[in-house]
């Protein structure tokens, strides 16, 4: 599943594009602990967070993550839209909560699994 088939399939808002909307999707990882995020995610995965601020953008682009949900329908702080663009990284929103944002990607990736077999 690339980050341009999931933004439709999830009708996803694009604040910032990234690099690449072409890139393989490994995973998720939800969290608001900024040090559990630096611990625990993986490469090419998506975060999907409350939290609206610039030490996102600085984790997701340490851990090359690919890309960052907000969630609850909130727009980024433009220092933190402005930080996306030039770190290339994808930033996008939902108005929905974190636990069914997780739950639909969860069902998207696993069928798109299960489609590639």
């Known amino acids: ?11 996803l808002r694009v604040f910032a594009e990234g690099r690449d909307l072409d890139r393989k999707i490994a995973g998720g990882y939800a ?13 090419d995965t998506l975060w ?5 601020h610039l ?10 993550l690919a890309g960052i ?3 609850h329908g909130q727009d980024p702080a433009p ?3 402005q930080k996306a663009v030039e770190e290339g990284i994808a930033l996008l929103g939902t108005p ?13 990736l696993s069928r798109d699994e299960e489609d590639s077999r």
């Open 1 to 11: 599943m690339t980050l341009r088939n999931l933004i439709a399939e999830l009708d």
């Open 31 to 43: 969290s608001d602990l900024l040090s559990d995020v630096m611990g625990h995610a993986q490469q």
């Open 48 to 52: 999907i967070t409350l939290q609206n």
């Open 55 to 64: 030490n996102v953008v600085a984790v997701a682009s340490l851990k090359d």
């Open 69 to 71: 949900i907000l969630v």
């Open 79 to 81: 220092e933190v839209l």
């Open 96 to 108: 929905d909560p974190t636990f069914e944002t997780c739950a639909r990607i969860s069902l998207i």
